[in-house]
């Protein structure tokens, strides 16, 4: 498994942007994949966006495609995730997670590794 530390969170006005970064520890990094969750208040965690090992694809949450986009710098042992025109309703804890075989699905228990999460808000 790998150490995960998410940064990057913060208070942003609708309409604005944010980048968050998850830097893992560990040599092996380039090998897992990695995705993103999200959780808010009184709510389950959802899938936001996860991204193979390669970087050669990726998958998205449906209803977060076309604002949200997740890469990765393997050299740098992180994976980012760009948030656009965020909403009220994007605010949440955002948690990498990674795994080392690659799936199409994300179901948050198939991850072995989680960092602490970082809290996003956006304001009306």
């Known amino acids: 498994q790998v150490q995960l530390v998410e940064s990057g969170g913060g208070l942003v006005q609708a309409g604005g942007s944010l980048r968050l970064s998850c830097t893992a520890s560990?040599?092996?990094?380039?090998?897992?994949?990695v995705a993103w969750f999200r959780q808010a208040p009184g709510k389950e965690r959802e899938f936001v966006a996860g991204?193979?090992?390669?970087?050669?694809?990726?998958d998205y949450a449906d209803s977060l495609k076309g604002r949200f986009t997740i890469s990765r710098d393997n050299a740098k042992n992180t994976v980012y995730l760009q948030m656009n025109i965020l909403k009220p309703e994007d605010t949440a804890v955002y948690y990498c997670?990674?795994?080392?075989?690659?799936?199409?699905?994300?179901?948050?228990?198939?991850?072995?590794?989680w960092g602490q999460g970082t809290q996003v808000t956006v304001s009306s």
């Open positions: 997670a990674a795994r080392e075989y690659s799936s199409g699905s994300y179901y948050p228990t198939s991850f072995g590794s």
């Open positions: 560990g040599r092996t990094f380039s090998r897992y994949n």
């Open positions: 991204i193979r090992w390669s970087a050669s694809s990726t």
